[in-house]
T-cell receptor
Framework: DSGVTQTPKHLITATGQRVTLRCSPR?????VYWYQQSLDQGLQFLIH???????AKGNILERFSAQQFPDLHSELNLSSLELGDSALYFC???????????FGQGTRLTVV | AQSVTQLDSQVPVFEEAPVELRCNYS??????LFWYVQYPNQGLQLLLK??????LVKGINGFEAEFNKSQTSFHLRKPSVHISDTAEYFC??????????FGKGTSLLVTP
C-alpha cells in the first residue's frame, strides 16, 4: 500500500459526460501528479500541483482540469468525454518535487 | 526536455535466468532516474532510484541498476528471476523540480 488513495476505482460513463476523479496523497506529501495510462500512449504526465499551486502541465487536454485543495487532496475533472479518453488515470504524490513519486491504484475510466 | 527510451518492449526469460532491461535517457542537465514495476491491475511501485552518489543502485526484490553517464543509460538487472517477477517495468527520468517522464515500458515474461 503506497498510502495514495484514488476513488473511484472504476468508472463507466457515456460520451459527452463529465467526471471527477479524486486523489488523497500520502500524509505530508505536498506534491500531487496526475498521469494517464493507455495502450497506445503509455504513461503520459498530465499535471503537477505543489502545495495547492499548479506547478507544471504536461499533455493535458483543454477539456481536462485539476485542482489541489487546502487539505492537499486533488481532483481531476474530465469533461466532454470521448471514447479515446478511456484509460487508467493515476495519481501520485511526493514530499518534494524532485524525489520519487508514490502511485495510487488508479481509476479505470471507460467511456462508452 | 528529458526523455527516456526503453529499448525492448518485451523480454521473455526462463525462471532462474539473469535478465537485463535496457533504458537510455536524453537530457542536457543532471537528472534523477527511477525504475518502477507495475503488476497486472495495480499501480506503479518504485523498484529503485538514482539521485546522486554511487552509480550502482540496489533496489527491492533483488533488482539493481547502474547509472552510466557517458552512455546515458540506466539498465535494470537481476541475476536470477522468478515467475513472480512477471510484470511491466518502467524507466523514468526527472530533473530538479519536474515531474517524472516515463518510458513506454518493458513487459518481462518469466516462464518455467
Amino acid at each position: 500500500d503506497s498510502g495514495v488513495t484514488q476513488t473511484p476505482k472504476h468508472l463507466i460513463t457515456a460520451t459527452g459526460q463529465r467526471v471527477t476523479l479524486r486523489c488523497s496523497p500520502r500524509s505530508g506529501d505536498l506534491s500531487v501528479y496526475w498521469y494517464q495510462q493507455s495502450l497506445d500512449q503509455g504513461l503520459q504526465f498530465l499535471i503537477h500541483y505543489y502545495n495547492g499551486e499548479e506547478r507544471a502541465k504536461g499533455n493535458i487536454l483543454e477539456r481536462f482540469s485539476a485542482q489541489q485543495f487546502p487539505d492537499l487532496h486533488s481532483e481531476l475533472n474530465l469533461s466532454s468525454l470521448e471514447l479515446g479518453d478511456s484509460a487508467l488515470y493515476f495519481c501520485a504524490s511526493s514530499p518534494l518535487p524532485d524525489t520519487e513519486a508514490f502511485f495510487g491504484q488508479g481509476t479505470r475510466l471507460t467511456v462508452v | 526536455a528529458q526523455s527516456v527510451t526503453q529499448l525492448d518492449s518485451q523480454v521473455p526469460v526462463f525462471e532462474e535466468a539473469p535478465v537485463e532491461l535496457r533504458c537510455n535517457y536524453s537530457s542536457s542537465v543532471s537528472v534523477y532516474l527511477f525504475w518502477y514495476v507495475q503488476y497486472p491491475n495495480q499501480g506503479l511501485q518504485l523498484l529503485l532510484k538514482y539521485l546522486s552518489g554511487s552509480t550502482l543502485v540496489k533496489g527491492i526484490n533483488g533488482f539493481e541498476a547502474e547509472f552510466n553517464k557517458s552512455q546515458t543509460s540506466f539498465h535494470l538487472r537481476k541475476p536470477s528471476v522468478h515467475i513472480s517477477d512477471t510484470a511491466e517495468y518502467f524507466c523514468a527520468v526527472s530533473r530538479s523540480g519536474y515531474a517524472l517522464n516515463f518510458g513506454k515500458g518493458t513487459s518481462l515474461l518469466v516462464t518455467p
